[in-house]
């Protein structure tokens, strides 16, 4: 099994083979190299390959998916608002018709069903770069808020795949936007007792 590769500590090491004396650059050199071989990778590629830890090439995927996501979740948006009924009476009537407005309307959902998706497998994607949260308590507060009502069976096996430690991608972006929202919700609550307090 190999250990996660530390780049920070890598680099630190290795930037000790600049040494004037031999016997130095030889033993950092030695040691980066057994870095990389515990990590399961060779020289080589620890000192210019891709760095799934968080390094430049990590960090310039997890950017683009980011905006990926955000211009899925503004074509959500901008469906929403072209199929919202916010459109005149002759764009409706002239639409009725013609016989196209289920059809435009199918298509819309079509599209909108499409970018949800698309969310979804970004979020999930992402999740592979963010540093992990403690899983089974966010699961544990996320079943108590959800325990009654439709999303019961979901929070139940939320929290049991958490327990057993075999949450997916999804699962993970899923308990990671309800951590999210709790933390704003404490920020808001703990802004206005602080206003409330000052004279």
Do not use: C
Not at 70 to 79: D, M, N, P, Q
Not at 104 to 116: C, I, M, N, T, W
Not at 147 to 176: I, T, W
Request: glycine share 6%.
């Amino acid at each position: 099994m190999s250990k996660p590769f530390d780049r920070a500590k890598f680099n630190k090491v290795l930037s000790l083979a600049e040494s004037d004396h031999d016997a130095e650059a030889l033993a950092a050199v030695r040691k980066a190299a057994a870095m990389a071989r515990a990590a399961g990778l060779s020289l080589g590629e620890a000192v210019n390959g891709p760095d799934t830890e968080g390094g430049t090439v990590s960090t310039l995927r997890m950017m683009v998916m980011e905006a990926e996501l955000a211009a899925a979740r503004r074509e959500i948006a901008e469906l929403r608002r072209k199929t919202s009924g916010g459109g005149d009476d002759a764009t409706f009537e002239r639409g009725f018709q013609a016989g196209q407005r289920y059809g435009a309307d199918r298509a819309a959902a079509d599209l909108r069903e499409q970018a949800f998706r698309r969310v979804k497998e970004l979020e999930a994607e992402l999740e592979a770069f963010r540093a992990p949260l403690d899983w089974v308590d966010v699961a544990e507060r996320y079943y108590t808020k959800f325990r009654r009502g439709v999303n019961a069976a979901f929070a139940k096996g939320l929290l049991y795949r958490a327990s057993v430690n075999k949450l997916m991608p999804a699962d993970q972006a899923e308990l990671r936007k309800f951590a999210a929202t709790v933390e704003r919700k404490a920020k808001r609550a703990k802004a206005s007792t602080a206003e409330h307090a000052a004279p």
